[in-house]
């Protein structure tokens, strides 16, 4: 027998054979002293437990039945855990025991194009992953000697954010705004726009029910997203520990990307739900509560997920992670305890409108209440020049078009400077799933500032401005190429498109 155990092992040194054979050359007896704990009660994916007087917050638990919780409070008589894996056996009574462990998901380039929960199992029916490394959850994020300047942007495609609000890599910008007003569809088409551009997305599905996840998913794959896009789902019917470890497992899995020196781009959507089911459970596990019921360290907690998104150093790998956490308001009411929470933790806002997506102006992006406060400073050098004052001019725009309501007369250089906010206003409109190059960007700053569509109508600037995308994505120009070449083109291209509509 051993003689065969031999050979086995010569042959399959990974074989379970040979591992068993080395459990077993290696065991001792001795005595050894656990801790057993019960449990009280269940309920609303939470666990009360007594015994285990070891237990340290975050550890994870394993239960006799095979569900598995992680410790979330911990009291002198008995210990609250959230239930992350739950059967049908799990009763009162049920053993508990110590792991000494803390929550832990497997990350890695297996990771892209797959659809996962916030433990790292799959969702979808790709098959089984198998990881090579794993990372915490929940970890402090990198000190500031590890970090570096937001000084290079991160394009979106939307003409309103690349060139108004810029984003930088390694920001945070907060889109907010009530529901229905197009933030998740802001945020996929930031996703969308990453193609071919080396950025590894990571997109959390938090609370939404079945029908969006299938949507946001599938709208992922149609695009070509999905295969450098990884998406965590935890569901609308999903316990809320899960909804809870949600956003932090998305995170860990960007992280890992950001410490190997990529560049990542992650979308929480959205953490008002976030917001709820942490309060679900802290007044499960009767936790004191404070303004709209909501404990203390909520702040605590957003601000501790979102600081891990950064730019490292160069002698950290150069990694990034840009966050784009949404947050929903009522009534465009954004003086609320969570949303200006997130305006104070993160570089800026992406304001949607409810009254400007009712008008028809898509994307519903307010200008006057939205601002990047860092992402100008990595914004390229000619999309800033070109910008310059444009949404300064944009917002005496929109004061003056207000006189225009009452029948007020207006001098020759009011009515120009209103036609032109009109024009300007009509460029900016743009359809979902549709992101832009940063070169056509270019092209109609350009055409804008040397007031080449001042002779168009607003009824012919779409197809206008569809005819001059397709002649700048067939020209090949750079954002570097010289000024006057541009403008050049850009004259040739609408003088040409002006003599076709008009034969």
């Given at each position: 027998?051993?003689?065969?155990?031999?050979?086995?092992?010569?042959?399959?040194?990974?074989?379970?054979?040979?591992?068993?054979?080395?459990?077993?050359?290696?065991?001792?007896?001795?005595?050894?002293?656990?801790?057993?704990?019960?449990?009280?009660?269940?309920?609303?994916?939470?666990?009360?437990?007594?015994?285990?007087?070891?237990?340290?917050?975050?550890?994870?638990?394993?239960?006799?039945?095979?569900?598995?919780?992680?410790?979330?409070?911990?009291?002198?008589?008995?210990?609250?855990?959230?239930?992350?894996?739950?059967?049908?056996?799990?009763?009162?009574?049920?053993?508990?025991?110590?792991?000494?462990?803390?929550?832990?998901?497997?990350?890695?380039?297996?990771?892209?194009?797959?659809?996962?929960?916030?433990?790292?199992?799959?969702?979808?029916?790709?098959?089984?992953?198998?990881?090579?490394?794993?990372?915490?959850?929940?970890?402090?994020?990198?000190?500031?000697?590890?970090?570096?300047?937001?000084?290079?942007?991160?394009?979106?495609?939307?003409?309103?954010?690349?060139?108004?609000?810029?984003?930088?890599?390694?920001?945070?910008?907060?889109?907010?705004?009530?529901?229905?007003?197009?933030?998740?569809?802001?945020?996929?088409?930031?996703?969308?726009?990453?193609?071919?551009?080396?950025?590894?997305?990571?997109?959390?599905l938090i609370g939404q029910?079945?029908?969006?996840?299938?949507?946001?998913?599938?709208?992922?794959?149609?695009?070509?997203?999905?295969?450098?896009?990884?998406?965590?789902?935890?569901?609308?019917?999903?316990?809320?520990?899960?909804?809870?470890?949600?956003?932090?497992?998305?995170?860990?899995?960007?992280?890992?990307?950001?410490?190997?020196?990529?560049?990542?781009?992650?979308?929480?959507?959205?953490?008002?739900?976030?917001?709820?089911?942490?309060?679900?459970?802290?007044?499960?596990?009767?936790?004191?509560?404070?303004?709209?019921?909501?404990?203390?360290?909520?702040?605590?907690?957003?601000?501790?997920?979102?600081?891990?998104?950064?730019?490292?150093?160069?002698?950290?790998?150069?990694?990034?992670?840009?966050?784009?956490?949404?947050?929903?308001?009522?009534?465009?009411?954004?003086?609320?305890?969570?949303?200006?929470?997130?305006?104070?933790?993160?570089?800026?806002?992406?304001?949607?409108?409810?009254?400007?997506?009712?008008?028809?102006?898509?994307?519903?992006?307010?200008?006057?209440?939205?601002?990047?406060?860092?992402?100008?400073?990595?914004?390229?050098?000619?999309?800033?020049?070109?910008?310059?004052?444009m949404k300064l001019d944009?917002?005496?725009?929109?004061?003056?078009?207000?006189?225009?309501?009452?029948?007020?007369?207006?001098?020759?250089?009011?009515?120009?400077r209103i036609q032109r906010?009109?024009?300007?206003?009509?460029?900016?409109?743009?359809?979902?799933?549709?992101?832009?190059?940063?070169?056509?960007?270019?092209?109609?700053?350009?055409?804008?500032?040397?007031?080449?569509?001042?002779?168009?109508?607003?009824?012919?600037?779409?197809?206008?401005?569809?005819?001059?995308?397709?002649?700048?994505?067939?020209?090949?120009?750079?954002?570097?190429?010289?000024?006057?070449?541009?403008?050049?083109?850009?004259?040739?291209?609408?003088?040409?498109?002006?003599?076709?509509?008009?034969?």
């Amino acid at each position: 027998m051993k003689n065969n155990i031999a050979t086995a092992t010569a042959q399959q040194p990974d074989s379970p054979l040979t591992r068993q054979a080395d459990f077993l050359s290696q065991y001792h007896y001795r005595l050894r002293l656990s801790e057993q704990g019960t449990v009280i009660s269940v309920g609303d994916g939470i666990a009360w437990i007594s015994g285990l007087p070891s237990a340290c917050m975050d550890e994870m638990v394993h239960l006799e039945d095979g569900s598995t919780a992680q410790i979330f409070h911990l009291g002198s008589n008995r210990i609250g855990a959230i239930l992350l894996e739950q059967t049908a056996q799990l009763t009162a009574g049920t053993a508990v025991f110590l792991t000494g462990n803390r929550l832990r998901i497997g990350t890695g380039d297996v990771l892209l194009g797959r659809v996962i929960d916030p433990l790292g199992k799959p969702l979808d029916d790709a098959g089984s992953l198998s990881y090579d490394t794993y990372c915490l959850l929940d970890r402090q994020s990198p000190p500031i000697i590890a970090r570096d300047f937001v000084s290079q942007p991160i394009y979106t495609g939307n003409k309103i954010v690349d060139t108004l609000i810029p984003v930088g890599k390694g920001q945070r910008q907060l889109i907010i705004g009530d529901n229905g007003c197009g933030k998740s569809t802001l945020a996929i088409d930031a996703v969308i726009n990453q193609r071919g551009k080396e950025v590894y997305c990571v997109y959390v599905l938090i609370g939404q029910k079945r029908s969006a996840v299938a949507s946001t998913i599938d709208i992922l794959r149609r695009s070509g997203a999905l295969v450098y896009t990884v998406v965590v789902v935890a569901e609308a019917n999903a316990m809320p520990g899960l909804k809870y470890l949600a956003p932090f497992a998305g995170c860990t899995v960007a992280e890992a990307w950001m410490a190997q020196g990529h560049d990542t781009l992650i979308v929480y959507d959205d953490l008002s739900t976030h917001a709820r089911s942490y309060r679900e459970l802290s007044l499960l596990l009767r936790k004191p509560p404070g303004r709209e019921a909501y404990p203390g360290d909520i702040f605590y907690l957003h601000s501790r997920l979102l600081e891990r998104s950064t730019r490292l150093s160069a002698n950290q790998g150069g990694g990034s992670m840009t966050a784009l956490p949404i947050i929903e308001t009522e009534q465009g009411e954004i003086a609320t305890y969570i949303p200006t929470n997130l305006i104070s933790i993160t570089d800026g806002q992406i304001y949607l409108d409810h009254r400007l997506f009712v008008r028809g102006f898509l994307p519903a992006i307010d200008v006057t209440r939205s601002v990047s406060r860092i992402g100008g400073k990595a914004q390229h050098p000619v999309i800033k020049k070109e910008a310059g004052r444009m949404k300064l001019d944009y917002l005496q725009f929109l004061e003056l078009e207000i006189f225009t309501r009452f029948g007020t007369k207006l001098d020759k250089s009011m009515k120009k400077r209103i036609q032109r906010g009109q024009i300007l206003r009509e460029i900016l409109k743009q359809e979902s799933q549709s992101p832009v190059t940063i070169e056509f960007q270019l092209a109609w700053l350009i055409a804008y500032n040397e007031g080449l569509f001042d002779t168009i109508t607003l009824e012919h600037i779409k197809t206008t401005l569809q005819y001059l995308q397709t002649q700048v994505d067939n020209a090949g120009l750079s954002i570097d190429t010289g000024r006057e070449q541009w403008k050049q083109l850009i004259n040739a291209w609408l003088k040409q498109y002006s003599n076709e509509q008009a034969t």
